[in-house]
């Protein structure tokens, strides 16, 4: 059986967590960010977790993680 090959793209995105988790990078931190509040900015650092709907389409892009 030949190896899958991971999605790069996905791979770029998408992080497991220590207890298995698909972990995501929050949205609307990229630019225009001197008309966001600063709890606005704080509230969407850091990760969130990938809703169940969508793990299921992450897992089949991410075969080794």
């Not at 030949?2 to 995105?13: G, V």
């Not at 990078?25 to 509040?37: G, I, Q």
Request: charged letters at 35%.
């Amino acid at each position: 059986m030949p190896k899958l090959k991971t999605r790069k793209a996905a791979a770029k995105r998408f992080q497991r967590s220590g207890g298995g988790k698909l972990m995501r990078r929050k949205a609307f931190k990229n630019h225009m960010l001197e008309h966001k509040s600063a709890g606005r900015k704080r509230r969407i650092t850091g990760l969130a977790v990938v809703h169940e709907r969508d793990a299921e389409n992450v897992e089949l892009m991410l075969p080794y993680s």
